[in-house]
């Protein structure tokens, strides 16, 4: 039987009665748009017109209103779409414009990744089963177009809805077994203007075709490419194209060939040129057989090492995944240096909004302000020195980039994400992607206000301000408790969740702390350590390569320090330590009794669902302070100015 699940962020109320949308386009987009401003809820009539105006481009839009009227124009169908979103999202925030709106989103591509398995099983996935797939088939059904609205609805264009760790049946997606539900799955996508992207098997040539090698220079596997891409796409015109982790984890790629990344994504992407599709190829490449007892070899620069000296080598419609850390979607990690300083290849950055290393959707952590702050880093390239927001929209000083993608949230939960507050991290990532100008605080006002219904404005302003509190005191909250000052990990192997300082510290996977009697931290300074420091522009390196100038958040990933290093901060680094982890165990108490001013206001189920987490959340945070607290008091044998309880 299916689940029933609920709206999130579309909760709309009763449909209004007396409104008339007039819409000058006609198409399956511009029905939806019609559809979803009928079932809003709001009651301001409505013209969507396809007009002739350059400066909205491919998918921006023009609103404003004349009297109880909204007027839309767009000059494709899908910008009529957003325009209506836009519409009723100020409506229901109260917040129509007075003037006319133009808006066009900064990042072409604003792509969600979803790590579902075709078991019905997600990878790192924290909020029940896939929606796409169950039984090693796919699933189509109301869902698939809530999905879509959902998606569309904060400017999502284009969606991987398979694991990147493509593995068993999932192996034949591109074949017949598969692609007459693929192509229905679009047609749904396409009518709220999103791209159906599959993740690839870079040894299909072998594990499909039969041929005994997937060497991307052997004429064979060439060929055999393009002929399957030629029939997927016969069957599937407007699949947007493949996403592609090789060499990483076990997943084959062109190393095994001798060959290197541009050459293994090349071939793909000459397959599908024909067809417009494009190559999403990541740059998760490291080595993950290391010896902990190595401390030259660094797999923060693995990214960088391997693509670097290949700016410029890439096919155009390949565009390079580049996750935003230089190791693995930590609470704090530095930018991956590849941003600004790759000038000739097209590049999206990656994030996740899954929380696999931030507490899974069991602890709260509102990521967006993260993400905000990493799209105005400023990289340190050009005059301007460029931000990655910027670049990646296209405005940087050499014009590559081109858009972001996320790691996504969501199952088969009732709520989508598990955690309801979960929800406005996708809502925010959406956002973030289409405007990075758009502060996480505005933000996260405007998802609250769409969220909760409220019964009295007292009441709406109550929840307003406290899940707004909420929501911004929590990434700070979980990187106090968590690994300190950017050195990262420190957590359950395999499942990511909870402390164990050293669960990783002795393993071959190079996410290490080196924490002894005398210090802690990773030397990546260019002086005496592995370098990494030095991949950045100068600027920045000068910042990063000593102890002295690095900042305090990321004091840890760049150097070995004594615990007695004093921060800019005033405080020893052993002090830090303590201090933060008891505040942030404090933090999580406060949110408990912020949350429960809102019994009976915020409606059941999702109060009490937020309620419980926040329980397990505290159960975590005081697990993180003691071990970590603990392990290094047990380490310095340097007490606590302040006496707390240590074991
Ligand atoms: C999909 C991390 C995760 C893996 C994930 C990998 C990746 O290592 O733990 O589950 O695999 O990143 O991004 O490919």
Redesign the pocket.
């Known amino acids: 039987m299916m689940k029933q699940w609920e709206q999130a962020w579309l909760c709309y109320g009763e449909a209004a009665a007396e409104q008339s949308i007039v819409c000058q386009a006609e198409g399956a987009v511009a029905a939806s748009a019609v559809e979803e401003l009928k079932r809003s809820g709001i009651s301001y009539d409505a013209t969507l017109t396809l007009a002739e105006r350059a400066e909205l481009g491919e998918e921006g839009y023009a609103l404003r209103m004349e009297g109880a009227k909204a007027v839309i124009e767009a000059a494709k169908e899908v910008g009529l779409l957003y325009g209506a979103f836009e519409l009723i999202r100020r409506a229901r925030c109260g917040q129509l414009p007075e003037t006319e709106l133009v808006c066009v989103p900064d990042q072409p591509y604003r792509m969600l990744n979803h790590?579902d398995n075709m078991d019905g099983s997600i990878?790192?996935g924290y909020s029940g089963q896939s929606f796409f797939f169950e039984k090693d088939e796919i699933v189509i059904n109301e869902r698939t177009k809530d999905y879509a609205r959902l998606a569309a609805s904060v400017g999502i264009n284009a969606s991987v809805i398979n694991?990147?760790?493509v593995k068993g049946p999932a192996v034949r997606l591109i074949t017949d077994d598969h692609l007459d539900r693929l192509k229905e799955m679009q047609e749904i996508f396409s009518a709220y203007g999103i791209r159906l992207y599959i993740s690839l098997d870079f040894a299909a040539s072998m594990d499909i075709g039969g041929l005994a090698t997937a060497d991307p220079l052997d004429p064979e596997v060439r060929d055999w490419w393009k002929a399957q891409m030629n029939y997927v796409y016969s069957r599937i015109p407007q699949l947007g194209g493949f996403l592609v982790?090789a060499d990483?984890?076990g997943r084959p790629g062109p190393f095994t060939y001798g060959r290197n990344q541009a050459d293994g994504a090349n071939m793909l992407a000459e397959a599908i040129a024909p067809h417009g599709g494009q190559i999403i190829w990541?740059c998760?490449v490291y080595n993950c057989q290391q010896d902990w007892r190595d401390t030259k070899t660094d797999r923060a620069r693995a990214a960088f090492d391997y693509f670097y000296d290949l700016d410029g080598k890439f096919a155009e419609n390949v565009l390079l995944q580049i996750?935003n850390g230089p190791i693995?979607?930590q609470v704090r990690e530095p930018f991956t240096p590849l941003f600004g300083k790759l000038e000739k290849t097209n590049y999206l950055m990656?994030v996740?909004i899954a929380q696999?290393y931030t507490g899974q959707q069991i602890d709260l952590c509102y990521l967006i302000p993260w993400f905000e702050e990493l799209l105005h880093t400023h990289t340190g390239n050009g005059d301007e020195q460029d931000t990655i927001g910027e670049i990646l929209s296209g405005k940087g000083s050499h014009q590559v980039g081109y858009g972001l993608a996320a790691?996504c949230n969501t199952g088969n939960d009732a709520n989508w994400t598990g955690h309801d507050l979960a929800a406005a991290n996708l809502y925010g990532y959406g956002r973030l992607a289409w405007n990075h100008s758009l502060s996480s605080r505005e933000i996260a006002k405007e998802w609250i206000l769409q969220t909760f219904p409220a019964a009295s404005e007292a009441d709406r302003c109550l929840i307003c301000d406290t899940v707004l509190e909420l929501l911004m005191m929590s990434w700070p909250t979980y990187e106090k408790y968590a690994a300190p000052m950017g050195v990262g990990f420190m957590v359950n192997p395999s499942f990511?969740y909870g402390p164990n300082v050293d669960g990783y510290e002795y393993s071959r996977w190079g996410t290490y702390h080196r924490a002894d009697h005398l210090g802690v931290g990773v030397d990546r300074s260019s002086a005496s350590g592995t370098g990494y420091a030095g991949l950045y522009h100068p600027l920045l390196a000068q910042q990063y390569e000593t102890a002295e100038n690095c900042p305090d958040n990321l004091l840890l990933f760049f150097h070995h320090v004594p615990y007695t290093h004093v921060l800019h901060s005033g405080e020893t680094v052993i002090q830090h330590i303590y201090n933060t982890h008891f505040e942030g165990y404090e933090d999580v108490k406060r949110m408990i009794s912020m949350w429960e001013t809102l019994e009976g206001k915020v409606a059941e189920p999702a109060y009490g669902r937020v309620k419980e987490r926040l329980a397990r959340q505290l159960a975590n945070a005081r697990e993180w302070c003691d071990q970590v607290n603990s392990y290094f008091w047990r380490k310095s044998g340097i007490a606590d100015e302040k006496n707390r309880q240590l074991y």
Do not use: I, M, P
Request: net charge negative.
């Open positions: 790590w990878e790192r694991n990147v760790n982790k990483s984890e990541r998760f996750k693995d979607f990656e996740q696999e790691v990511h």
